[in-house]
């Protein structure tokens, strides 16, 4: 491109950047839905985590589907951020459990943690990993789930990765990213690697 185009280009970005930043002038926390089929939910999630304790805020984290793996977040926060709490769903994927009673109860009073962080004033970011297939599942009532949410201490914001989720969950978010399979090295028979995959 040459350079008086160019310019033109970056004036024409500025002022449309500057009138965006004009519009959007309420001071307000968020709820952050990451879903889709594609890789990079939870990771994204995370990533906000760390940006947050980055700038010392206060965070928290549920996990509602945990492999038997522990994942390299998993161990950051653990080593590096002991009081950051860390909530994880005591049973295994769902698929390898078969147990719907016993997933439903574990469900239910990983929710208690969650519905707990969600009422704490001093919070500033609440990750909620895998809710989505609480909701999928039903093990968990979503005009419950939605009421608490929109229901939660003001400064708080909240982080909720998964597929799905359903459309009540989409509404009362404020962003929704659909992070969209393209392609996955797994399915090319390519396994699970540390530090990308878990
Ligand atoms: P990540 O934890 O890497 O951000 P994610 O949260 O988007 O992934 P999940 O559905 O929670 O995806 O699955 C977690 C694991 O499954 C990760 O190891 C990820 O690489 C893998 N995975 C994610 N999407 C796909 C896919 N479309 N096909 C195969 N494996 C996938
Ligand atoms: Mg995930």
Redesign the pocket.
């Known amino acids: 491109m040459q350079a008086d185009k160019f310019n033109k280009t970056m004036a024409r970005q500025k002022a449309s950047v500057d009138a965006g930043i004009e519009r959007a002038s309420q001071e307000q926390s968020v709820i952050v839905l990451l879903t889709g089929?594609?890789?990079?939910?939870?990771?994204?999630g995370f990533g906000m985590v760390f940006r947050a304790l980055g700038y010392g805020q206060r965070v928290a984290v549920v996990q509602f589907i945990k492999g038997t793996q522990a994942s390299g977040e998993e161990l950051l926060l653990r080593n590096n951020f002991p009081e950051v709490p860390l909530v994880q769903m005591g049973t295994g994927f769902t698929w390898d459990t078969q147990n719907h009673a016993a997933d439903q109860a574990a469900a239910v009073s990983t929710w208690q943690a969650a519905g707990a962080f969600l009422k704490n004033p001093s919070l500033d970011v609440l990750l909620l990993d895998?809710l989505t297939y609480m909701l999928a599942y039903k093990f968990l009532d979503e005009a419950s789930v939605l009421s608490a949410l929109h229901q939660r201490s003001p400064q708080l914001s909240v982080i909720i990765?998964g597929?799905g989720g359903g459309t009540g969950l989409r509404e009362l978010a404020d962003t929704v990213s659909e992070?969209k399979?393209v392609k996955?090295a797994?399915?090319a028979g390519i396994k699970?690697r540390l530090g990308i995959?878990?």
């Open positions: 089929d594609g890789k990079g939910k939870t990771t994204s895998e990765t597929r992070v399979n996955h797994y399915d699970a995959d878990y």
